[in-house]
């Protein structure tokens, strides 16, 4: 690659971070994005987290071979360093290639090692930036977090697909008086409940299952919660489901048996990142539906965030 196209990423990453890091040190944001293959030269993705970058490069059919490619990062990352001032031993990069289902984010089980902790509105949360295909933390809900926070006081909640439990932790934060926090897999069970314990928010009322959701919220009672936060991969074939996900064949069956086990007027925060998704909302057995995408958009994803967003509310 010439040394033209490294000058336009230069001067591409100079702009985005003289003007994001001025927006989260005004918001007091200390993990965002910066970078988001910005340019088609350069398709990777950049997040700072404190004092360390993880850069994740998009899976490609480049034309340069083995040794032309370490150069090339090589060379990126040392302009990433000098832009934030971030030395390179503290930049974590990754090949980002997504697997069928979520079953790529299970590979390691022992990897405290590689943690940090970094802070999110008062909050604390173990990231991992080396071991797994993503860092524990989804950068682009900090706002829907938020939400859930300032409506969890005094209401049972269900975090569904809960990954490494973030929303639980802030619904505890909003003194929630129950929380149950579901996830396939046992490595994100526990780190959830860690990150519960980091908080010192953990309690007896807050637990943790190993469970495929699928067919565990068929088996909840009717009404037993009023908040729920449902946010599912696109697509799952884990061995350790019965069943396929589709999330655009099954988000309606999803959505309706969640629907099921809220309180009358309870409410559902339901997220996909499924590019061309469409809510069937003519199918759902509530007419109280609200379109929270751009309202739940942070600021260091405007214009680069594909995924959807709704709350949706039992009448």
């Not at 059919?61 to 001032?85: F, N, P």
């Not at 919660?225 to 696109?234: E, K, R, S």
């Not at 942070?298 to 967003?309: H, I």
């Amino acid at each position: 690659m010439n040394e033209e196209k490294f000058i336009m990423f230069r001067n591409r990453l100079t702009k985005v971070y003289r003007h994001l890091s001025k927006q989260a040190q005004k918001q007091g944001v200390t993990c965002y994005r910066l970078y988001d293959h910005d340019l088609p030269e350069f398709p990777v993705s950049i997040e700072l987290y404190e004092g360390h970058v993880y850069v994740a490069e998009y899976k490609r059919r480049h034309q340069l071979d083995e040794d032309a490619h370490y150069k090339w990062m090589q060379q990126t990352t040392e302009i990433i360093s000098a832009i934030t001032g971030i030395t390179t031993t503290q930049i974590h990069t990754k090949l980002r290639q997504r697997k069928a289902g979520r079953l790529g984010q299970y590979q390691k089980t022992d990897s405290k090692k590689n943690e940090l902790v970094v802070q999110e509105q008062g909050l604390k949360f173990i990231i991992n930036l080396e071991d797994y295909l993503d860092t524990g933390l989804f950068l682009d809900h900090r706002l829907t977090r938020k939400m859930v926070m300032a409506e969890s006081s005094g209401r049972r909640v269900l975090n569904l697909f809960a990954y490494t439990g973030s929303f639980s932790v802030y619904a505890a934060a909003g003194k929630a008086a129950a929380i149950t926090t579901v996830d396939l897999s046992n490595t994100y069970t526990q780190w959830a409940e860690r990150n519960m314990q980091l908080n010192g928010l953990d309690q007896p009322g807050y637990t943790f299952l190993q469970a495929d959701v699928l067919r565990y919220i068929k088996e909840i009672p009717s009404g037993t919660y009023d908040l729920i936060v449902m946010d599912p991969p696109t697509f799952s074939n884990s061995k350790r489901m019965n069943d396929i996900l589709d999330i655009q064949r099954d988000h309606v069956s999803l959505i309706n048996d969640c629907l099921r086990i809220l309180t009358p007027g309870g409410i559902l925060y339901f997220s996909t990142n499924a590019r061309t998704f469409v809510l069937e909302a003519d199918k759902l057995q509530t007419d109280k539906i609200k379109d929270i995408t751009r309202a739940t958009t942070p600021f260091d994803f405007e214009g680069k965030l594909y995924r959807w967003c709704y709350k949706i509310e039992k009448q």
